[in-house]
């Protein structure tokens, strides 16, 4: 850890920056995580996620068009660029100068929404989500009415710097209304939006999410302080986040065994590596799916689901570069077997 962190953490406690001190101690977790020590970052994570918990009064049971999100203890790790931008909304509320709308746009499954739970807990805010649901109606201009009242809800929120308003999927009520098959409609709902925005209460973080950018409305664009491009991940990027996700589910279940290297080997394989979201279904649901006494058992279901191939054949491990001692995990032939059946020729590990 840098000497330059310490003295960091030291003045915002001094100061008494909540959300520059968090940040910082996330920024130190991510460095310990970075350099092998997983258990002192996840500790330090645990930390922040616990401390100083405050409760807004903002009850659900009074707002019909917000739900609450609980926050994760789950990985998100993203690339350097994405996460120097989040780092960025974490300063800027931090500051508390009034930079508070951001939108988060990208394809399904690159981290939008997490991302936004990740901030909420680093903040110490509680997140709530728009339920669209309850805003849209089919009756005229009802819709823009409840928007109306939605923001009027928020402004009246009691500790507004203590919450974080999620509009996940915006794009289903504001998108581009030159576009709209229903202009009129469209018109209505979308003015209430840029009315809300305009008027809303500084404190208050909205983060929006939108996997539909190019046909989102221009004009509301505007509003936002900051958009953010989830869709800056690299091959590479994707392998590494594959080996964090692995890595951390290993942890859950105890059960299954740890063999990095041909997991690697198995990612690699992949034509076009999945986003975070389905990444983290895909590993996830390996492991769980794993036969009893098995322990390695979710490196062949990857194998089949990456290859789409529904038997494993020790000739085509072979051409893929695996080792005898990976051959054996992936087909269940014995090394010895493998090796008379191959004539030789692979590695023992």
Do not use: W
């Amino acid at each position: 850890m840098k000497k330059k962190s310490i003295i960091n953490l030291i003045r915002y406690h001094a100061e008494g920056n909540d959300s520059a001190f968090r940040n910082e101690a996330y920024e130190i977790a991510q460095e310990f995580d970075a350099s092998g020590d997983a258990q002192l970052a996840e500790y330090i994570l645990a930390q922040l996620s616990s401390a100083n918990t405050f409760v807004p009064q903002m009850n659900e049971d009074n707002l019909p068009f917000f739900r609450k999100l609980n926050t994760t203890q789950d990985p998100l790790p993203l690339p350097d660029e994405i996460k120097e931008d989040i780092l960025g909304i974490i300063n800027a509320v931090g500051h508390n100068v009034g930079i508070n709308k951001f939108l988060f746009y990208g394809d399904p499954g690159t981290g939008k929404t997490e991302s936004a739970k990740q901030i909420a807990r680093i903040l110490d805010r509680e997140l709530f989500i728009v339920d669209f649901e309850t805003i849209i109606d089919s009756k005229l201009g009802q819709t823009a009415k409840n928007i109306g009242e939605m923001f009027k809800q928020l402004n009246e929120i009691n500790y507004p710097d203590k919450v974080i308003i999620l509009f996940d999927e915006i794009d289903s009520i504001a998108m581009d209304r030159t576009n709209s098959n229903d202009l009129r409609e469209m018109g209505r709902a979308t003015s209430a939006i840029l009315k809300g925005f305009d008027n809303l209460n500084n404190q208050l973080v909205l983060i929006a999410t939108t996997n539909l950018y190019q046909a989102f409305d221009k004009a509301l664009i505007r509003r936002f302080d900051k958009t953010v491009d989830f869709n800056r991940y690299t091959r590479n990027d994707l392998l590494e986040i594959s080996e964090v996700l692995l890595n951390f589910y290993l942890t859950q279940f105890k059960f299954a065994g740890k063999n990095i290297r041909a997991f690697k080997k198995i990612m690699q394989l992949s034509e076009h590596i999945p986003y975070p979201g389905d990444l983290k279904n895909l590993i996830k649901t390996s492991i769980a799916f794993s036969k009893p006494g098995d322990e390695y058992d979710y490196l062949k279901r990857l194998y089949k689901d990456l290859t789409h191939c529904k038997e494993i054949e020790i000739t085509q491990l072979q051409e893929q570069g695996f080792t005898l001692r990976e051959i054996e995990l992936l087909s269940g032939v014995s090394k010895s077997q493998a090796s008379r059946e191959l004539k030789g020729g692979l590695e023992n590990e």
